[in-house]
């Protein structure tokens, strides 16, 4: 068990697309993904929801800014029969260009082409995942539902997609 998370993790991850249809990704120093390119991410801290997690990681890793589009997946999975491991991984749009490499957990950070990442060795597996689903299939947000006063909900956004006329 991860004493600081403990058994339940709970994550995302941000894909962001800039106008030349590049996808920034980064390379951590650390941990499976060590040296792979991969999408910017980590954990949900107290007060956050999802989608500012993605964002609030893409800007602390790259130093792009960047706002929520849409809900591309959820990954989850349990590590050594214990740890629930989840992640919710987002479409987002760029705000800002230019790339600021967060140095002490990223060796590097990139807006790179499909054509770069489907040929470079070191593209994570999520990353060729994804590049397999083009075009991506998402959930946009839909903002101003109230649950209801009891639950006492400060913010709250739901990603679903309508049924109606898919028939």
């Known amino acids: 068990m991860d004493s600081k998370r403990g058994n339940v993790w709970i994550a995302a991850a941000g894909l962001v697309i ?3 249809g590049e996808w920034l990704v980064v390379k951590k120093k650390y941990s499976g ?3 792979k390119w991969s999408l910017p991410a980590g954990f949900v801290q107290p007060g956050e929801m999802l989608d ?3 964002v609030r990681e893409v800007w602390e890793e790259t130093g792009i800014r ?3 589009v849409a809900l591309l997946g959820v990954r989850t999975g349990v590590i050594n029969g214990n740890i629930s491991d989840n992640m919710a991984i987002f479409l987002l749009r760029p705000r800002s260009e230019r790339i ?3 140095t002490e957990e990223l060796d590097a ?3 790179l082409s499909r054509a770069a990442l489907q040929a470079d060795r070191d593209t994570s597996g999520l990353i060729r ?3 397999a689903l083009e075009p991506l299939a998402f959930l946009p947000p839909h903002n101003g539902l109230n649950p209801g006063d009891p639950f006492g909900y400060t913010k709250y956004r739901l990603y679903f997609e309508s049924l109606k006329g898919k028939e």
């Open 18 to 20: 800039n106008e030349a």
């Open 33 to 35: 993904l060590k040296g």
């Open 52 to 54: 500012e997690t993605a």
């Open 66 to 68: 960047s706002e929520p």
């Open 100 to 102: 600021i490499v967060q």
């Open 109 to 111: 950070a990139a807006f």
């Open 129 to 131: 995942y994804l590049l």
